[in-house]
């Protein structure tokens, strides 16, 4: 992959100021063979093949020899002592485009061994025009980042000539993002000349290093999308589709169809960065997990398009997100947004649409979260609601005096971005979709940028941002080739470098690039919970990023 489709400079990495572990060491050597070679560890080299002992030996930002390699002569040796040595794990659904800005030393991605972030999705980081910049402008100032590009092209300029960061990005064109570009965020069909427009700046987000199209359906604005922009989209894109189901409590099976057509065009591919929609946290799964059964027919169909199609369901059954409301009083914008929840009977009207549970045109995570105990304020900008932060609804409404649904409304109005976790129970973001035929593991949350250069160490930030790839360490226990892992490997590493067509990463042999996780698998450990987030997982002895570290 050429260097403008992934981001790969990066800095020294400091060592972060909440709770970062500082496994492992390594020894510099005076006589340089390799720049760095690493021994004694059970190498997983990302084919399915076995784990073998042995060595490797690393010059530059490429791998240049495995095998026993002990007596030659390195600048700098990182003994493995046994533990496993595996290609860097690949997020694919990471969002951290905006905290590397702010902290580019991304350093609860890096202590779960991940070296390759894929974002954009539905709405990328660019293109932005003044209006959106506009509207994004409270958050960089919040930071204080400078918001000084428009393009995809501008931003990876950006990263790689000052933000460094210590990890690789990638990121899709998103769809919603271009339709919000073009026509804002009504609930409208785009005109020929508005289709033209968006299919015009997926073209230059592309030619400026783009992976694909991306979309996330049950979002404003990307749900009011037809399918057949999405897939005019993608067809301009022409390389791959990354698509959440659009979902509603009515409709689940057909959100997927529609997510997966774009795949019948040509050259794409459809990800399904998401699965599951939400629910009460004491409703029964028993019926959705009948689906992914082996014997499902909708099993038997993803095995059968798995070259095409793939799911990467996120670990947890939190969601994270905005505060939620109905859909009519999303349309149009923040000052559109605003004006309907202040209108008058507006609140009478958002009340009542939060208890429906069988909305028809909306995914409501309100009800599906079990209401006001279920939704916690996880972030605001405005240093007068600081003190709501990892609060649920239910404990703010009580020190306010009001109803919660009144409190959800109080809190939009004062603070437009405010954002929560909410509780769901979908077997498809957890247990359930980690058998299909076509997993890949994502996190679906932010690197947090914790320290003194923003001083927020004390947000509740989603759990899935600190430990999602050392949740579960069965996940990471090296496995023999499958059908059903078209050639083995974990789901961490060759397939999904493949699926966005990264072919010089994912595997451990000579000549791919150095991205390198060394691992104990007994003392992989998540810390992170729901009421205390921010701590950084444990048992990631090093990782190299394009040869640089060991961090």
């Given amino acids: 992959m050429s260097r403008s489709r992934l981001i790969v400079l990066l800095p020294v990495l400091v060592a972060a100021s909440c709770t970062a572990s500082q496994p492992g060491t390594s020894t510099p050597s005076a006589d340089a063979g390799f720049d760095v070679l690493i021994t004694g560890g059970r190498i997983v080299d990302g084919t399915g093949a076995p784990w073998f002992e042995g060595d ?16 030659q002569p390195a600048a700098m040796r990182i003994d493995a002592d046994g533990a496993y040595v595996a290609p860097g794990f690949i997020d694919m659904l990471g969002q951290s ?61 950006r990263l790689a000539d000052r933000s460094h960061p210590a990890i690789n990005i990638g990121t899709f064109v998103g769809a919603g993002g271009v339709r919000g570009y073009v026509i804002g965020d009504s609930q409208r069909e785009a005109t020929p000349d508005e289709l033209e427009r968006m299919k015009t700046l997926v073209r230059q987000a592309m030619e400026q290093g783009a992976l694909g199209l991306s979309t996330s359906l049950q979002y404003v604005p990307d749900r009011f ?31 997927s169809s529609r997510s997966t057509r774009p795949s019948a065009s040509p050259n794409a591919r459809t990800s399904r960065p998401r699965s599951g929609t939400s629910r009460p946290p004491t409703a029964p799964t028993g019926a959705a997990c009948r689906r992914c059964s082996p014997t499902s027919p909708r099993r038997a169909r993803a095995r059968a398009r798995r070259d095409r199609e793939h799911v990467s369901p996120r670990p947890g059954v939190e969601q994270a997100g905005r505060l939620p409301l109905p859909l009519w009083v999303r349309e149009g914008g923040t000052d559109a947004m605003l004006e309907a929840a202040e209108g008058p009977g507006a609140a009478r009207r958002i009340k009542r649409d939060m208890e429906d549970p069988n909305p028809a045109d909306w995914e409501n995570q309100w009800y599906g979260s079990g209401g006001a105990g279920g939704v916690l304020l996880s972030s605001v900008l405005d240093p007068a609601l600081r003190k709501w932060e ?41 247990t359930c979709g980690r058998r299909w035929p076509a997993t890949r593991w994502s996190r679906s949350a932010p690197t947090p940028a914790p320290g003194p250069r923003t001083g927020r160490c004390r947000v509740k930030s989603h759990p899935r941002a600190w430990g999602s790839f050392t949740k579960d360490p069965r996940h990471l226990r090296p496995r023999r080739a499958s059908p059903s892992t078209r050639g083995g490997g974990a789901p961490l590493h060759v397939a999904p470098a493949a699926r966005v067509g990264i072919d010089d990463r994912g595997l ?10 060394i691992f104990d698998l007994a003392a992989v450990r998540d810390r992170s919970t729901y009421t205390d987030p921010n701590h950084y997982s444990e048992g990631i002895r090093h990782v190299l990023v394009n040869g640089r570290g060991p961090w």
Avoid at 130 to 155: C, I, N, P
Avoid at 392 to 402: A, D, P, Q
Avoid at 404 to 424: C, G, I, K, Q
Avoid at 509 to 516: C, E, V
């Fill in 225 to 255: 999308a037809s399918t057949d922009e999405i897939v005019a989209l993608a067809q301009v894109a022409a390389n791959a589709t990354a698509s959440t189901s659009r979902t509603s409590a009515r409709s689940r099976t057909a959100s």
């Fill in 97 to 157: 485009e905006f905290n590397v800005l702010v902290d580019g030393r991304a350093a609860s991605k890096i202590t779960q061994g991940v070296t390759t972030e894929i974002t954009g999705e539905g709405s990328s980081i660019a293109p932005l025009d003044d209006r959106l910049a506009a509207e994004a402008k409270a958050q960089f100032d919040a930071f204080k980042v400078s918001l000084d590009f428009r393009t995809l092209g501008e931003y990876f300029a």
């Fill in 508 to 517: 451990l042999r000579p000549g791919f690039k150095t991205d390198i996780t």
């Fill in 56 to 71: 490797i030996g690393i010059v530059g930002d490429r791998i240049t020899a495995l095998g026993h390699l002990d007596g």
């Fill in 390 to 430: 990892g609060k649920t609804l239910e404990e703010i409404r009580r020190e306010m005096g009001v109803d919660p649904r009144d409190a959800v409304m109080d809190l939009v109005v004062a603070d437009h971005t405010a954002s929560r976790r909410s509780s769901s129970r979908s077997c498809g973001k957890t």
